[in-house]
């Protein structure tokens, strides 16, 4: 009985809190509004400023010096700390070589908006910084640009692009910039000491490590494999079992274990997020995300490298975009063997190029030694398993209709 | 007297006629002074929704961009061996569409047919122009899946360029290979359900808003006019704050490290462990959904009240009715207009709320109208997404049929 009056007092309470909080919600915004204006004005203002980083020295590219003056060119990327990294290696320098303005925006993925966009004939976006496995799908579906692999410049000691690109980084439509890792990460303070969670199995334990959990909402991809290699399925074996209709309902199996703990997340920089108020316990979500709050803003976390999935991040140019030329010569500098290591000095990612890897160093701010927080560090990779791009162009209709099918049966 | 009956008859003539001048005269200055209504709800109102209910049957795509393959379809019935037409006429469709860069399109509608179709077309159009006739075992060659029934019964539906077939998917129904309508498997039905969410939880936030709102409006037709007005400032100060920002707070107030929970583990009631979850589930759509509606319950049912004169309850006191008598056989009837207009208002717009929903209902509390949002902006199933908007309207309109059976359209005011 004490606890309903307690739910009808604490209701009068939340109504006035409404207001209070209306305000308070509302004056955040509009901050997070000024931020997002002020670093707009940054990236756009870019020509003027001067640049910490060295001019990457990219063969062919001299004597173009300013040939994009008074250009614009729209990236469009996954936000926070990631979009900073991309900025900083690439908007930045490109816009001092190149004298083109680098608009930012952010995105969740998918490809909705960039088919809406072609379909339409309004292209509003020139980059595209991509999952493989969707610039695959946009690309059958002439959504993207074709780029010639002939363009990309070689490494220092001439190796060809071909051979200095990690494998499938190449694609017809897009080139790889990083290599990033899906894991699982924790709050080092919701466990005790003698009995922190070690493998990505321990996520799908709630008994032996209790707490809610956070997944990603907007696609089954990663969550399906995950579930399966938690259920015991080998890397290897994880995308033959998934395209059977009983390794699909193992793995939705996997997850109603954990249904009712879970939290969902969409945007990148949410899962670090989550932690950090102390909403999950542990959470799925990017390794780089998790570096930035580890190293940088000094959380608590960890990363369980077991079990972690790798995926390539691509960029792409959207079909029909208003400035296909000064995208192209964006793709071609960022993905250079400087601007690809540089971007390592400010997120945990590893550089596409074999090239860069050498030069991959300390975190710009922080000081630590980036490469142990590399997701291809052979002391992380022991049990890694790679998205499997080619499969999920074909399954991915299907299975995002039984995923959201399965997310509003609650 | 005839003298007399004719000239009044002259008169009454005369006078019907001048009657009739006047009326016609107000009636075309009224018809004229309405016509930019008219045109406003023609363009705004009746042209986008008739476009949307004619997507929801209308499917061109397959025969735009694939068109002999379809003709060749058109006289199968969907029985024996797949047509040697239709294999004939494949590669040049594919070559052409290639050429004219469509062939994404194809890809998209076919693969909502039948997963897998992705990668057969790609192939296929990939060595279109290496194929020679014989085609149907060229094909078979390719992916083996051409030379089933089944493929070229899911080619023939997605060809159809008027369709129920979206009506079905919309009602968790499919078409098997020979035609039959049956029940989709289990993992992947799910609008009924949400059907079914959708109209109960609309139900329920009107439940809400009736029990919260109707005791609000009657205490601010019944008080000073001071304190009418500040409390009428209280009900259309969150009127006019925006939706997303109410919804916001609500995600402060609620969640698990919220204000609520907070205060909750603050008090000797509840321990650490007992945190509640408020929102993201259906709890947090029925709340939040519920104090955004509110003022489309309180202002109509307040707009009457205060219409009613105060000394008809006092009149059926005098005449011996109790307090609560007098309420009941008196107040409430008069105030029915009012609380009909609202519960019919509060019941539209819930049915068709997503953006609450989306931001607070986590999985448990998505609606119809996410399913709506998700079809045409993610999967790009406009089609789909017609005939579940076709539905919910049908649905609502069904509601508002009933209702109005009920209480009666010209018991209701608005404002």
Known sequence: MSKTILYVLLAAVALIAAIVAGLYVFGQNSEELANDMSRDMQTRAMPELPVSTPAAPIPGAAGQAKQFAGREVTVVSWGSAYTRSQIEAYHKPFAAQTGAKVASIDYNGGIAQIKTQVDSNTQFWDVVDMEVADAVRACDEGLLEKIDPAMLPPAYDGTPAMQDFIPNAIQPCSVTTIIFSHVVAFDTTKFPADKQPSTLADFFDTAKFPGKRGLRKTSPKINLEMALRAAGVAGPDVYATLATPEGQAKAFAQLDKIRKDVLWWETGAQPPQLLADGEVAMTTGYNGRFFDAQIVEKKPFKIIWDGQIQEHDVLGIVKGAKNKDVALEFIRFATGTVPLAEQARFIAYGPARRSSLPLVSIHATAGVDMKPHMPNAPENETNAMQVDAAWWAEYQEELNLRWAAWLARG | MDMTVTASQALRADLS?????????????????????????????????????????????????????????????????????????????????????????????????????????????????????????????????????????????????????????????????????????????????????????????????????????????????????????????????????????????????????????????????????????????????????LPFMILPIYSVMIAIPPHYVRAARSLGASAPGAFWQVYLPLSMPGVGAGVLLVFILAAGFYITPALVGGDSGQMIGNFISFHMNETLNWGLAAALSGLLLAGVLIMYFIFIRTIGLDRMRVA
């Open chain 2, 17 to 293: 006629a001048a009657i009739e001048r006047t009326n016609k005269r107000a009636r075309s200055s009224a018809f004229w002074m309405a016509m930019p209504l008219v045109a406003f709800l023609t363009v705004f109102f009746v042209l986008p929704i008739g476009d949307i209910l004619w997507r929801s049957v209308y499917n061109p795509t397959l025969s735009e961009v694939l068109p002999h393959t379809t003709n060749a379809l058109v006289s199968w019935n969907g029985r024996g061996n797949p047509p040697i037409r239709a294999y004939n006429a494949l590669p040049q469709d594919l070559i052409n569409a290639q050429s004219k860069d469509i062939l994404g399109k194809a890809v998209t509608r076919l693969n909502i047919e039948m997963p897998g179709f992705r990668s057969m077309l790609i192939k296929a159009a990939r060595s279109a122009d290496q194929l020679s006739a014989p085609y149907a075992p060229a094909f078979g060659a390719l992916d083996s899946r051409w030379g089933s029934r089944e493929t070229w019964v899911k080619f023939k539906n997605a060809a159809e360029v008027y369709t129920l077939g979206f009506y079905l998917a919309a009602l968790d129904l499919e078409r098997n290979v020979d035609g039959q309508i049956i029940q989709k498997p289990q993992e992947d039905s799910i609008y009924v359900t949400l059907f079914l969410r959708t109209f109960v939880i609309a139900g329920l936030v009107t439940v809400l808003c009736l029990f919260i709102g109707y005791p609000l409006a009657f205490m601010m037709a019944n008080t000073t006019p001071f304190w009418r007005n500040s409390m009428m400032v209280l009900v259309l100060l969150p009127f006019w704050t925006s939706v997303i920002v109410r919804t916001t707070a609500w995600i402060v107030l609620l969640q698990r490290e919220g204000v609520v929970n907070d205060l909750a583990v603050a008090s000797p009631f509840f321990a650490e462990t007992e945190r509640m979850d408020l929102i993201h589930n259906m709890t947090g759509t029925l709340i939040a959904m519920t104090h955004i509606l």
